[in-house]
């Protein structure tokens, strides 16, 4: 497999994104809002202040993109 093979794929990968973000735009928004308010003024961000936030995003990408081949 060529290197040109795996850039042709992760460009494909990418350019499906946008429609993916917009079926998670509440999850996407949720995550957005806690990370902002989490490193609001002189708070420093920590690690897993948003991880539910997080993990309700990655499983609505999960969901979006359908099984694995």
Do not use: I, N
């Amino acid at each position: 497999m060529s290197g040109r093979d795996v850039w042709l794929r992760a460009r494909a990968r990418l350019r499906r994104f946008p429609a993916l973000l917009e079926r998670c735009g509440e999850q996407a928004s949720a995550y957005g809002r806690c990370v902002a308010a989490a490193s609001a003024g002189s708070a420093e961000l920590r690690r897993d202040a948003c991880v539910r936030e997080f993990q309700a995003l990655q499983e609505c990408f999960a969901r979006a993109v359908g099984p694995a081949k």
